[in-house]
């Protein structure tokens, strides 16, 4: 698809009527595609359905439009942050831990509900004094890093492929132009599984067995699952909400930037009207709905940014189109298929990265908002959530038992808690968040890193 196609020139366009049908099309299509492979990554590596997830992208993308009054141009995709707490209970992916695991971001989503409720009783800039980035990006950084470990044994199991993933990535990523510089997670799953596949790396079996057509749930799959098999362990279901729901704390800040940065390439302050109250409701709405019926948390995307950026056309319409797009596409499971006999190297290369960025984010965290660590309590602060944070869970959980139940708590938990806790008692507070002229949280998990953003200031 080649930018000419895409590019309208100049003008913002907020109606996608003044179009035509047809551009139109492209444009929900090149949305579709920019969230793609960010999308279906996070089900490839925790074990979540391929179709389950680009249909709750899809489903969530809509509620959220319809929430937020269709007057926020944003893409709901799978969340990166979340991928350490499925990989706390669910490590390898077992299908009868996933269900507990999504149990426990679904709860995280309903704590936006309570975020959303403390925005519009108290303002966001005295809620924000309690989340500042000396907490969320040690973190964050502590994500990525937790994560590491995995990245590294996909590689192990063919390098090659791995690093052809990598290649691809970072060359598309530094030297890439246009609708290329967007994707270039989807390039290199594309290219390096081109690779596996010519080198017969890669059983397609699966795919040739997969059936056309197909519901994209499966019930077996869903948290709802826990409650009727008979079976259910208490003690699992209460370890993945204290293990989880911490997480919330960075992807609500991600949140909040993702709403900056769209503010600003569109240049209406969304944080006012419909208000991040809403759009709070709407982001964790979407993902408590996905995580019960077993797909991966929502966020807002950061590639679909850079379309806006890219097309200049900003009419939610389009968006919601790409949505529509996502959940008929779902409806295939040989699609699905084809996605899920990806290369453990493919998806080790891109990981790799990935799990790097996200840590790498939380130090931009820290740097683009000026933490001071000149002070003792910011030093402590971030100096106790990182050690406790990575010690922990390379030393194993803390476990303790209450009455009958066991119940685990990870690393990132403890270091979570502790950070807030300490946080809230310490004295000298000197975040400022300003909701009349939104500053970046630095927090963006996603590829697209706001160089797109910072080239469209400078031509204005």
């Not at 709750?56 to 893409?75: E, R, S, W």
């Not at 056309?313 to 949505?323: E, G, H, N, W």
């Not at 290369?343 to 996200?358: D, E, R």
């Not at 931009?364 to 910011?378: C, I, Q």
Request: hydrophobic share 50%; proline share 4%; net charge neutral.
């Amino acid at each position: 698809m080649s930018d000419e196609k895409v590019i309208i020139g100049e003008k913002a366009i907020y109606d996608a009527k003044e179009l035509g049908a047809g551009r139109v099309l492209v444009l929900g299509f090149q949305h579709m595609f920019a969230m793609f492979g960010s999308t279906i990554l996070v089900p490839v590596l925790t074990g979540l359905s391929v179709s389950t997830t680009l249909l709750f992208a899809g489903l969530g993308t809509l509620l959220f439009h319809f929430i937020t009054k269709k007057k926020v141009p944003a893409f709901l995709g799978s969340s990166f942050a979340f991928l350490a707490g499925y990989a706390a209970i669910a490590p390898n992916g077992e299908k009868e831990l996933l269900p507990y695991a999504c149990f426990g971001v679904a709860v995280a989503g309903m704590v936006y509900l309570l975020l959303a409720l403390a925005f519009k009783v108290f303002g966001a800039r005295r809620v924000m004094k309690f989340f500042p980035p000396v907490v969320t990006g040690p973190i964050i950084i502590a994500i990525g890093l937790n994560l590491s470990a995995t990245a590294i044994n996909s590689c192990k199991t063919n390098w090659p492929i791995a690093l052809i993933a990598i290649v691809i990535v970072v060359v598309c990523n530094i030297w890439g132009k246009g609708m290329i510089k967007i994707i270039p997670i989807l390039l290199g799953v594309v290219g390096s599984y081109a690779f596996a596949a010519l080198t017969g790396c890669i059983d397609f079996a699966p795919v040739a067995q997969a059936p056309i057509f197909g519901f994209p749930v499966d019930m077996s799959r869903t948290v709802f699952a826990i409650f009727t098999g008979g079976n259910m362990d208490s003690g699992l279901l209460i370890t993945a909400i204290v293990t989880i729901v911490p997480i919330s704390l960075a992807t609500m800040m991600e949140h909040i930037g993702d709403i900056s940065a769209i503010s600003s390439t569109v240049d209406r302050n969304y944080i006012k009207d419909p208000g991040l109250h809403r759009t709070l409701v709407g982001d964790g709405l979407a993902t408590t709905l996905a995580s019960l019926f077993g797909a991966p948390a929502n966020t807002t995307y950061g590639e679909n940014t850079g379309v806006l950026t890219l097309t200049r056309v900003f009419d939610p319409m389009v968006i919601r189109l790409a949505a529509v797009l996502a959940i008929l596409f779902s409806f295939f499971p040989k699609f699905a298929a084809i996605i899920e006999v990806m290369p453990s190297a493919t998806v080790g290369g891109i990981s790799l990265i990935l799990y790097g960025m996200i840590s790498a984010v939380g130090v931009r965290n820290v740097v683009e908002t000026g933490v001071d660590f000149s002070k003792s309590r910011n030093v402590l602060i971030a100096a106790l959530i990182l050690v406790l944070s990575i010690g922990i869970n390379y030393s194993g959980s803390l476990t303790f038992a209450v009455g009958t139940m066991t119940i685990s708590l990870s690393g990132l938990a403890t270091g979570s808690l502790v950070g807030i806790l300490l946080n809230a008692v310490l004295p000298q507070k000197d975040y400022e968040f300003d909701e009349d002229q939104p500053n970046r949280t630095g927090v963006s998990f996603e590829m697209i890193h706001g160089e797109t953003l910072a080239e469209e200031k400078d031509r204005h």
